[in-house]
């Protein structure tokens, strides 16, 4: 039988993503509509270990919407990872009578619920919020789609610039370990070349495709760079080999950095975050646990978390191929 659902707790943790604001409010205010209390928990599970809450209501969230970043803070707790910790929040869960929980983060932030799920049975439901787009189960991650157009607007500058001075710009982007910000943003601004994990382009490959490039007309270049990215130590390494070995080419370097996770979020991900806002507690409140919410076909669905978090969004083996074509 469904446990009774009277009280829901919502929070933010881990990096924070374009559209959070946008879920709370849609939880907030799905609860309202089915008549159940709603606390927002600040400072991830911070929060809950410390009892930083608040009760909220329809009216809590107004405004909110189009806002960047989490106005219930964020935040990584390494408290929480022990047990002692996530005893402290357990604490703080039977004080408040919170019933289940809203946990709105990336991998790191579902697998800690997860844990916590199973060791002290409170349901949760994971809203994916990361702009890396690195979780199975979903074509798309809450604010992936905001941080992909902050990135394509700025390559489209940083061109400006290349092409002016006839300059080979790497610009190095976000995706821990994952390519899918740097794929699309490669075929959307028109890159030369890319360097992700999934697929290991070695730099005498690079040299190879940079000589073509020269020789076929082309005076600047664009390549893009997710972080963590192996083929060197950092793309300063890149810049500097390059350099040496092609001193036809003036090389910068440009690392986006932490502009690609603010601004206010692109309506596709007010869309998303308020469709799986309002889906996470239709879930709850049919007796749902322990699932992440995903976007397929159009259509919301749930994964269950551990699988969810265990493989990475894969990347599209077709958009490689329309990259290698368009990109000659």
Known sequence: MPKDIKIIG???????????????????????????????????????????????????????????????????????????GRQKAFKTIEKNKIDALIVIGGNGSLEGASIFQKEYSVPFIGIPGTIDNDLMGTRCTLGYDTALNTVSEAIDKIRDTAISHNRLFFVEVMGKGTGHIALNAGIGSGAEEILIPEQNMGIERLLDSLSKSEKSGKTSSIIIVTEGEKIGKNVFEYASYIEKNLPEYEVRVTVLGHIQRGGSPTSFDRVLASRMGVYSVDCLLNGLSNVMIGIKDDEMIHIQVDKA????????????????????
């Not at 978090?309 to 000659?328: A, H």
């Open 309 to 328: 978090i265990k493989s990475r969004g894969e990347i599209n083996k077709d958009l490689i191929r329309v990259f290698d074509i368009t990109s000659i």
């Open 10 to 84: 919502v929070l933010t943790s881990g990096g924070d993503a374009p559209g959070m604001n946008a879920a709370v409010r849609a939880v907030v205010r799905a609860c309202a509509y089915n008549k159940i209390g709603c606390y927002g928990i600040y400072q991830g599970y911070h929060g809950l270990i410390n009892e930083n809450i608040t009760k909220m209501s329809a009216r809590s969230v107004k405004n909110i919407i189009n806002k960047g970043g989490t106005i219930l803070k964020t935040a990584r707790c390494n408290e929480f990872r022990t047990k002692e």
